[in-house]
């Protein structure tokens, strides 16, 4: 794909939705923290049904921490895996308290130090909370990529390097959120709707359909 055709399908992408912001409901950095791991293989709705509650019960590090692993998991037994979950969540309120005074670090390395955070969760707290330069590739951004011949990779970390150097520099700061909305709503997985899609005459995947 060319250089004027990422740049007018980010263009367009913009002129729709000029400020994208994630689908999960947070009030702050630490909360945004916890529901990402919460994400991890589950909707972003089932996690907010989830949230709600325990973020009105329990919205700090301190406080959830005092829940224990046993009273998370009251909060987050309809989102899978949560019995692991549970136990990432009160070893990382533990963490947080213990070696960053309660405050969600703004670095990568120190993200994925933290139980249950790995790269993609990492990357999404680093652009959406911090406001960086990240890629957080999941299956829809990664579906998108290779589809419309935008970055293609055989994995995640290819796409997310692929993007990262693809994307006008103009757009990278919400490109993720920007291509996760399209592929969740658009470019989706078993049948792609790309009768109305806004980018189906600059994308290069040849087997379009009508829809």
Sequence with gaps: MNKLKREEIFRRLKAENPSPQTELEYGDQFQLLIAVMLSAQATDVSVNKATRALFRDAGTPETMLALGVDGVKGYIKTIGLFNTKAENVIKTCAALIAQHGGQVPASRDALEALPGVGRKTANVVLNTAFRQIAMAVD???????NRTGLAPGKNVLEVEKGLLKQVPKDYLLDAHHWLILHGRYVCTARKP???????EDLCEFKDKTQD
């Design 139 to 145: 299956t829809h951004i990664f579906r998108v990529a």
């Design 193 to 199: 709707k790309c009768g109305s899609c806004l980018i």
